[in-house]
């Protein structure tokens, strides 16, 4: 056990000595979740609004000052005519246009029907969709005040209600997926990494004639990594919580049991990793490929698994990151009781279990 821990401390040395290493290491996690948590944002804001009203009266100014007030538009100023609508969006001046109906106030005050017309431009399908969502739930709002004790009529929209994100904060979705992305990634890329290094500077040999046994070596290059990722996921979870405003509604003790199961499958996959190449450069190929491109287009972290093809759906149960990113999403941002993650929980560490057989057979066979 004493040449075990020496042989672990001096991992933790050469991690420490190596200044690349602990800024990929302690650097990297903070970076990405501040810039997943700030930079990249699906909100649409700062939405250019432009207003054609050939009857102007106080309840379209009233409205016109609503929208201007929010958050997400800026006021572009009014159109003379629909003729002017292509113009002004081709310009970038407008990128929705509120047409106001003749004898709206009257409209307005008589019966709720709002006689505007939204024009939004749909170059960007998405952001179009989400600008007149905005622009109809200000508009049912100063409906709904201008017939306060009347009968609103059956052509109205519903009430939306958002749960669990009433704010529609990005950072709620992406958190949970950058925790899934840069746990695994940083623990199987280090590990691979560090593994093959010693096998190609030649001090693998060198290692495995001491008195310590193989699988005792390379689990000692594991340690540090599950230390660090550890860390990391301390890290990250505090930056969520206190920088992003992430709440965790939540166990948290079953999210960190979810966390070491996930970050020990990926100390697996780097062992693997390193059983099947002979170069950093080719382990770090193959740490991108098998890890990063499939958590990032198949784990639900950025596009939804049940919008894509049956055949993606069906491989993007092979993907770790898919289960860990349920599991944090659910914990995090719902607050689920235990055994609604139950399932997710058992085939994460189903995947685990297989994956320390596997890279550990491979790797007897390869001392």
Known sequence: MRRFLAFVKKEFFHIFRDRRTMLILIGMPIVEICLFGFALSVEIRNINFAVIDPSPSEATRRITERIAANEYFTYAGELGSEAEIDDAMRRGKADVV???????????????????????????????????????????????????????????????????????????????????????????????????REKETGTMETLLVSPVKPVYIIFSKMVPYFTISCFNYITILALAYFVLDVPMAGSIFWLTAASLIYITLALALGLFISTLVEHQATAMVFSVILLMLPVIMLSGMIFPVESMPALLQWASNIVPAKWYISITRKLMVQGVEFRYIIKELAILAGMTAFMIMIALKNLKNRL
């Open 98 to 196: 509120l047409i106001y109906g003749n004898g709206i106030a009257d409209a307005l005050h008589r019966n709720g029907d709002s006689e505007i017309q939204i024009t939004a431009d749909a170059a960007n399908p998405n952001a179009a969709a989400s600008e007149a969502l905005y622009l109809t739930q200000i508009l049912q709002s100063e409906l709904a005040s201008n017939n306060r004790g009347a009968e609103m009529p059956e052509t109205s929209a519903a009430n939306i209600r958002m749960l669990y994100n009433p704010q529609m904060k990005s950072a709620y979705n992406f958190v949970p997926g950058v925790m899934g992305l840069l746990l695994i990634l940083i623990c199987a890329l280090m590990t691979s990494v560090s593994i093959v």
